[in-house]
């Protein structure tokens, strides 16, 4: 032990640490920090211990003085450490409330909503324009008979007309209706004239899938029955329909025919060049109005059928039928 060693400076070298021990001690950010103070300053090779291991040099009288003053200082630096350690929980759990704090006056963020398939709101759309002139919503049933769908409809067995809609059958007599066009003999026999309904629903075909081609579509029906109804009512109606719907593209009637008005026409629309079928129609056969006893020389009446899948292909530019289908949501949010 060297004899250098004076009480004095022990006790300057105890103020030193403490000092410094103290200051650190605060200062720590965590407790990884802390406890390399601890070790620093307390441990077996810390700065106390070289301190006391100094002591001998002293004489017997000035060692216990260091020695309680180191003793009372290990104590002091220890319970400084316990401070501070519960001082950083403090610190951490106070942030934390702070950053989970629940603001309930906060804006919503907003949930994703559904919305209409654009075939339903085409079909509505029609329905509504309809709707402004006057015409009543009616609904049939999809699982027809024969009746409905062919026979009262001037189509007889072996009809060729029958092979322009090539039929799902259930039994001999029960099948998928392949037009709303059946929805005007449930309305005429329950309801007599005048009438003015629009029929919205869907319908169904033996056709193979491709572009242009669905086994099940769309179809919204019109019938107008009154005194008086001629050609020109036919033409005014789709003509101010189809203004209504599309604004002004070119409109052109073609002579057609269906076993179930005469004379028949269908309407094309021209769209990017092209002339497009939308929809077939015509002026009630008076063999339809006998067929369900209502005397065709006093009303008379037109009827039409749409096509909702070519009204929404036009309207939005849709190329593929099978869009409408498929249900993929990048197609469907687009409206
Ligand atoms: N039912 C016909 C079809 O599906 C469309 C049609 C044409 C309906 C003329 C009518 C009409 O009411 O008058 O092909």
């Known amino acids: 032990m060297s004899n250098n060693v004076s009480i004095k400076q022990l006790n300057d070298d105890l103020e030193r640490l403490e000092k410094e021990a103290a200051n650190n001690i605060t200062l720590a950010g965590d407790k990884e920090d802390l406890e390399r103070l601890r070790i620093q300053f307390l441990g077996k090779k810390g700065r106390l211990s070289k301190i006391l291991g100094l002591m001998g040099a002293l004489n017997s009288s000035e060692r216990p003085i260091i020695g309680q003053r180191a003793n009372v200082l290990k104590n002091q630096l220890q319970e400084l450490i316990a401070d501070r350690v519960s001082n950083l ?5 106070t942030e934390l409330i702070a950053s989970e704090k629940l603001d309930v006056t906060a804006p919503s963020s907003g949930r994703p909503f559904g919305h209409r398939h654009p075939l339903i709101s085409t079909t509505e759309q029609i329905v509504d324009i309809f709707c402004g002139l006057g015409y009543e919503v009616h609904e049939g049933p999809e699982i027809e008979n024969d009746f409905y769908n062919f026979e009262a409809l001037n189509i007889p067995e072996n009809h060729p007309a029958r092979d ?19 929805v005007q003999i449930r309305c005429l026999e329950k309801t007599p004239p005048p009438v003015r309904i629009v029929a919205p629903g869907r319908v169904y075909r033996r056709d193979a899938v491709d572009a242009t081609h669905s086994p099940v579509f769309h179809q919204v029906e019109v019938l107008a029955i009154d005194k008086g109804l001629d050609f020109s009512h036919l033409r005014g109606t789709v003509m101010a329909f189809l203004k209504t719907f599309f604004g002004d593209l070119p409109v052109r009637f073609r002579a057609s025919y269906f076993p179930f008005t005469e004379p028949s026409v269908e309407v094309d629309v021209q769209w990017k060049g092209k002339w497009l079928e939308v929809m077939g129609c015509g002026m009630v056969d008076p063999a339809v109005l006998e067929g ?28 593929d039928i099978r869009r409408f289908y498929t249900s993929d949501l990048r197609f469907l949010e687009q409206f």
Request: with cysteine; charged share 25%.
């Open 292 to 319: 369900l006893g209502i005397d065709p020389d006093i009303w008379t009446g037109f009827a039409a059928g749409l096509g909702v899948e070519r009204f929404c292909m036009v309207r939005h530019g849709i190329d």
């Open 164 to 182: 322009m809609q090539d039929t799902f059958y259930l039994d001999n007599d029960l099948l998928l209706r392949t037009h709303t066009s059946p």
């Open 89 to 93: 929980k403090e610190e951490a759990l």
